[in-house]
């Protein structure tokens, strides 16, 4: 969003996408426009979508400002009003009050829904944050630490990335208590982080893979466990298992083929120290023990989905037959 002092505030808006951070970043850049015309102690009312109906979300935003001359009434969650709501909220659109700034705030939309389309055509403005590419990430979280006058080096980069995913609010609070840390140090490596980085479930998963490649049976099987009793649907487990396989295939089929170092990075298109993981891992298979490994893992992903048998079960089974000699 376009925070320049000249542009003129509009009367609504509207600011969405799959990112909470992003929207929060924005929304916080909103505020201080309009603080500079308004005494938000006494002129801002915050509501939620599904939860607060629209009749006072308008009764707020049709209110006269208080020693001020604007109002911010912010809806998040907006993409949760219900159709009643926003057929009432859309007549307030076409016609807003002049005194009042109305910010909606909205998870992931396609521009076909009916809250993008009531606010576009009514004249407010749309903004989509959209995050970093996947390969954008480890570049985003240097930057961030630069923001915090630290360097970390592109191994430590990718090794946040890895281990907490690829939610900004969570890498943002990583970053943060890292640098809270290390007040002193200005230049971080692996080793300086490793410790400090708390582990996302898809982090956990890939414990779970990484084992499976170094054919550990008793610690997949109490990762495993850890990860269901914990509810970890089986849907997010067996695709990154999967994954896990058709790299180490990938991976044995270009070490045969003579092509290691650099020329793993490139093919793969993965970072060096994930790509070193996986080189050694898939000395651990066969060309043949690898191949019928990704065999089960394709005929378990078909059996949960035709419902052949318990989630549980499939997958117990499918890591003892990874992990037997008999794969």
Known sequence: MKTSGTKALKLVYLIYGGQRLLLEEALERLKGRIAQQADLNFNYEEFRGGEDDASAIIQAAVTFPLMSEKRLV???EAEKLSP???SL???????PSPHTC????????KKSSRLYKVVKESGGDVYEYKPPSKRGYPQWIKDAFLKRNKVVTNAAADYIFQTVGQDLHNLKGEIEKICLFHEDKKRLDVADIQSLVSKSAESTIFDLVGCLGQRDEAKVLAILDNLLQGREPLERILPMIIRHFRLLLKTRVLLERGVDGAGLVSELKLPPFVVDGYR????????KQLKRA????LDADLATKTGRGDPRFVLEMLTMKILGEGV
């Open 280 to 287: 050694l891992q898939s000395r651990n298979f066969s060309h």
């Open 74 to 76: 912010v809806v998040k």
């Open 84 to 86: 009643t709501d926003l």
């Open 294 to 297: 990704h065999e089960l893992l």
């Open 102 to 109: 109305l910010v909606l705030v909205a998870g992931k939309l």
């Open 89 to 95: 909220l859309a007549d307030y659109v076409k016609n």
